[in-house]
């Protein structure tokens, strides 16, 4: 079986957020990335699982510059195969789903792993783009994937509950939790890491259908306003006079 | 040229979010001197949508489309948005619209943005939208380039307005022949409560503070007095205390009800990633330093075990004021 799964190198999940050049640019001084989580923990950690009981390949794909090699070397020390990454600037879901898919659409991976969404700017949307670039099914944030004798069974989140469904490979899917536990690299993983092939290629001319223009800080909260232990009360009253919650 | 919205039925009833979507989609076609046109599967009463602002509703008839699959989905409301001359294309961001407007968004080379929290800014060619990025700890302004655009609306972000507007519905034929999906359902499993957290108004939420699953009557008692959805921190799931759908943070599903209580919660950066888009959100602590007071509008410093029965007593007597 071989699978591909593509995963975004991202900030830290206790990065303190800041921007630069008059609020257009993210401030990467000092910030730790890593693979995204959804990415490692569920899609790449499962696709190992997959590979180890029934045989084949896991490839990462990357789309990014050269900073993010630690992190695609930290996929290899997990266990990928091997890895690509191409040369271009993810900032538009929509050209990045184009490399990705340019470089799939003739190796014949069985499956398509993305995370849910990214924990930067949390778009929910290249897998999906992926497979509609590639013709192929999508099941969206997935719990739960098992495949045999070319047929995959997973269960996905959706609204107010969850659903099973059987669906012939290829397929692409975006893992949520519950896919697989994370796994820490072990000394001979990162030893193996840094000979594993990984491919540079040069990104082909893809189409940025958006852009950001700015950003700025979500706003903060004022005070917390305490209300003593023994009288629960009139939390009730505040909630319904002055927050008007209730 | 109209603005076109993808609606859902839910329990016999247009959802929530969606009728927020036709709200958010009536604004823009306001501007942009248009009406709006919603989309629906199903034959259910869809009066609401005309309230909500849309001038037209189509049925999309085919009998494919019973499962809501993305790949039929998307061909449908392709076709749907020809017919009406749509090159703007609304969405709600909930679990449809996360598999199907990106999908259409690469189909139409439309320019998406997926999560949005705020009406755009149209001036002459430059179309601008707010969404939250860094798991809520910062909003971006997008620009989107491509004449057709695509915006799926975080869930929340606006009240729903109902008028007493109505909407012409029609029947929509839709061609799928062409199209064919090898995803088949297998089983559907619907959590039995009533109440779906992405759409709740009130939450009450609650931590590894709560010691085990044995305690969580109290919780559910607190909820069902308040017509609050429970929800719970990340270790409370990976510990199966709770189920895994109610886990709210980085990892779990983001919330932005009107209120968010958080009991036994210290309220680390990756659970507040999901909860500090909430209007008002309460903490009750037995750690004065418990991070999450920081970040709270109210505070209760206190044993759970004693403050929460004692504000269920609170709310059943509020109640009984009312
Ligand atoms: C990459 C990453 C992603 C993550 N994603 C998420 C996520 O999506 N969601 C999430 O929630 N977490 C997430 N976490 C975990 C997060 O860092 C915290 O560990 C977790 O949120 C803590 O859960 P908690 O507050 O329930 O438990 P604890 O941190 O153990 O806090 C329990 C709290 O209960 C209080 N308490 C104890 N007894 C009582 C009592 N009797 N009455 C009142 N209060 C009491 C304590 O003072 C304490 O503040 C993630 C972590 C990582 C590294």
């Known amino acids: 079986m071989k699978i591909l799964v593509c995963i975004s190198n991202v900030p830290d999940t206790t990065t303190k957020i800041s921007f630069t050049n008059d609020n257009t640019t993210f401030n990467s001084a000092g910030v730790q990335f890593v693979i995204n989580p959804f990415d490692e923990w569920y899609a790449l950690v499962r696709a190992l699982e997959l590979k180890e009981a029934q045989g084949g390949n896991v490839t990462i794909l990357h789309v990014g510059d050269a900073s993010s090699e630690a992190t695609i070397r930290k996929g290899l020390a997990i266990g990928a195969d091997d890895a690509v990454r191409i040369d271009g600037e993810p900032n538009d879901a929509f050209a990045v789903a184009e490399q990705i898919a340019a470089y799939a659409k003739d190796k014949g991976f069985d499956l398509i792993l993305a995370g849910k969404e990214t924990i930067n700017y949390n778009g929910s949307m290249v897998g999906a783009m992926v497979a509609e670039l590639m013709g192929l099914p999508f099941v969206s944030l997935a719990t739960k994937l098992d495949i045999a004798n070319g047929v995959a069974t997973v269960e996905h989140d959706i609204d107010g509950g969850t659903e099973v469904l059987e669906c012939a490979l290829p397929l692409v899917l975006s893992a949520n939790k519950g896919m697989a536990e994370a796994r820490i690299p072990n000394m001979r993983g990162i030893m193996a890491a840094r000979t594993k092939p990984l491919i540079q290629l040069a990104a082909t001319g893809a189409d940025k259908l958006t852009s950001i223009t700015s950003y700025e800080l979500a706003k903060g909260r004022t005070e917390c306003k305490y209300v003593d232990a023994s009288s629960p009360e009139k939390l009730i009253e505040l909630l319904h006079t002055e927050a008007k919650a209730i | ?322």
Not at chain 2, 229 to 236: D, K
């Open chain 2, 1 to 322: 040229m109209s603005v076109l919205i993808y609606t859902e039925i839910s329990k016999g009833k247009v959802k929530k979010s969606s009728l927020e979507a036709v709200n958010y989609g009536s604004r823009m076609a306001a501007q942009l001197n248009t009406t709006a046109t919603a989309v629906v599967v199903g034959d259910a009463d869809v009066s609401d949508l005309g309230k909500a602002g849309a001038k037209k509703v189509l049925r999309l008839k085919n009998d494919k489309l019973v499962n809501l699959d993305g790949q039929y989905l998307t061909s449908a409301i392709e076709q749907a948005a020809k017919a009406e001359g749509a090159s703007i294309i609304i969405f709600s961001h909930d679990f449809t619209g996360k598999e199907v407007a990106p999908r259409l968004a690469a189909k139409l080379k439309a320019g998406i943005v997926a999560g949005a929290v705020g009406n755009p800014v149209i001036s002459g060619n430059s179309f601008t939208v707010k969404k939250n990025v860094f798991s809520g700890k910062a909003i971006a302004t997008y620009s989107i380039h491509s004449d057709k655009k695509i915006i799926s609306l975080l869930p929340n972000s606006f009240p729903v307005e109902l008028g007493d507007g109505t909407a012409e519905v029609v029947d929509f034929a839709v061609n799928l022949d062409g199209v064919n999906s090898s995803i088949k359902i297998k089983e559907v499993k619907k959590d039995t409560s009533e109440l779906n957290l992405t759409d709740a108004e009130l939450v009450v939420s609650a931590g590894r503070g709560m010691k085990g699953p044995e305690n969580w009557g109290m919780i559910e008692e607190l909820a069902k007095e308040l017509g609050a959805a429970t929800a719970c921190s990340r270790p409370v799931a990976d510990m199966d205390w709770r189920p895994h759908h109610e886990h709210v943070g980085q990892t779990g599903i983001a919330i932005r009800p009107n209120l968010y209580i958080a009991i036994g919660i210290s309220g680390a950066i990756q659970h507040l990633a999901g909860v500090n888009g909430s209007k008002t959100i309460v903490v009750i602590n037995s750690d004065k330093e418990a991070p999450f007071f920081k970040s709270a509008d109210y505070g209760i410093v206190g044993d759970a075990f004693e403050i929460v029965p004692k504000l269920i007593e609170a709310v059943k007597k509020f109640k009984a004021n009312q």
